[in-house]
């Protein structure tokens, strides 16, 4: 596909064939019907474990969405996870557990099946994009690098990595600021999570009702350095070249350019709520004076990220809904927001009298968290010609 392609074009075309590993899932069944009614992609493949693989997908699925389950997927037949099985796929999602993720992921790009993953295994990868898509898709320029590297070279496989659930939602007002205030310098930030991020059947209901867990495994250290990754840039390397000569490209971790170190703490709790994460945020920023808590709404509010205006089918209407009620948002009254879960919901955006501005921010941890990252990246793809 040439770079020109506009949503108008794609639309116009025969659907994308689309598959996805980890179909039975919490997050694999948010793929299933989000895909379901997606304008552009048509379901062609879905894989699970030896458990469920040979059973049509209704058999498989334990179905816990509030859609009803219907369309081609369900009477489609669950395979194995191994790119022979996809190979009509011009692109998997992965909603794989993270446990297998690794293996299975890796074998489908070096198929030359273009991979879009939620599991963290290629996360810090140095030539693998980690796209929050209302944040970085400019990302996707380390993909030629990605393929290069790969022995033997491939032509179209790749991995893209959407990001922890908590991240993704912190990170999206985040960037909102940075783009209108330059850089920040520290973020402080509590999580409180919902029980669906930990997956079906999840914390066992008698640690969690009428409880708070205050431990995540390995939560707080990846909300730490994947925020870097996001909001940071892709630069040269100076000790690392192609076979060329070529410095290779490398993520800057928020660094280049003298930027001051963005230092970020992260503190992680498991919540008596079904979907939706909940974040409270104090920040600094580098410029002094920081910016008022109503030019911070105003920010917020007009934050427009360049797949909106690409014209992502899946991208939401408004990225941040920016609440002005004092006791607002609220997971149970708000998590899908405007548009299906796919933008974020701010509050409380307020004076912090230890660093500049507190807000609390909340976001879908199933959809903008997991499955509509991974769609609204392969969109993008698509768009961009990266997918074929
Ligand atoms: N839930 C969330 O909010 C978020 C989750 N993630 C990440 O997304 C991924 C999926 O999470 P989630 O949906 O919650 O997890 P689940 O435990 O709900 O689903 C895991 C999926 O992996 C499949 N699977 C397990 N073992 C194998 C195997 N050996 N071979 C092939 N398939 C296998 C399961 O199939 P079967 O049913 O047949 O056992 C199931 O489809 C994880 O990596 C998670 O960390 C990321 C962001 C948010
Ligand atoms: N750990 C997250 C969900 C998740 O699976 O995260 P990750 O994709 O970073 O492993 C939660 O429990 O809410």
């Given at each position: 596909m040439s770079s020109k392609i506009t949503p108008n074009t794609v639309s116009s075309l025969k659907k994308v064939r689309v598959g996805v590993l980890g179909a039975t899932g919490t997050v694999g069944q948010r793929f299933i019907t989000l895909l379901s009614e997606h304008p552009w992609f048509i379901i062609e493949a879905l894989g699970a474990s030896e458990r469920s693989k040979g059973k049509k997908y209704r058999e498989a699925v334990k179905w816990k969405q509030t859609i009803p389950l219907g369309g081609l997927a369900a009477d489609l037949i669950v395979k194995g996870c191994t790119p022979e099985e996809f190979k009509t796929c011009q692109l998997v999602f992965s909603g794989l557990d993270a446990d297998v993720a690794g293996d299975i992921e890796y074998a489908f790009r070096a198929a030359n099946i273009p991979l879009f993953s939620n599991?963290?295994?290629?996360?810090?990868?140095?030539?693998?994009p980690l796209i929050v898509p209302l944040v970085n898709p400019s990302h996707f320029s380390i993909i030629p690098q990605q393929q290069s590297l790969h022995s033997p070279p491939l032509s179209k496989g790749f991995i893209v990595t959407n990001a922890n659930c908590s991240t993704t939602g912190y990170v999206i007002p985040l960037a909102a600021l940075e783009k209108a205030f330059g850089p920040i310098e520290s973020v402080l930030v509590t999580t409180m999570q919902a029980i669906s991020g930990a997956g079906y059947p999840g914390v066992p209901s008698l640690d969690i009702l009428g409880n708070v867990v205050p431990y995540i495994g390995g939560e707080e250290e990846k909300i730490e350095w994947e925020t870097l990754k996001i909001l940071g840039g892709i630069t040269d390397s100076e000790n690392e070249t192609d076979k060329n000569g070529a410095p290779l490209k490398t993520f800057d971790m928020h660094q280049a350019g003298g930027r001051p170190a963005l230092r970020v703490s992260a503190s992680c709790n498991r919540v008596p709520v079904v979907d939706g994460h909940m974040e409270c945020v104090s920040l600094r920023f580098h410029r002094r004076p920081p910016p008022s808590p109503q030019q911070v709404r105003e920010a917020l509010s007009v934050f427009t990220p360049e797949i909106q205006s690409l014209g992502c089918p899946s991208s939401p209407r408004k990225a941040i809904e920016v609440f002005e009620e004092p006791d607002r948002p609220q997971p149970r009254l708000d998590v899908k927001g405007t548009h299906n879960g796919a933008g974020v919901s701010v509050g409380r955006v307020r004076q912090c009298q230890v660093l500049d501005i507190k807000f609390v921010v909340l976001s879908d941890n199933v959809s903008i968290g997991a499955a509509t990252s991974s769609i609204i990246n392969a969109e993008y793809a698509v768009l961009k010609g990266i997918v074929s």
């Open positions: 599991a963290k295994n290629y996360r810090r990868d140095p030539h693998v």
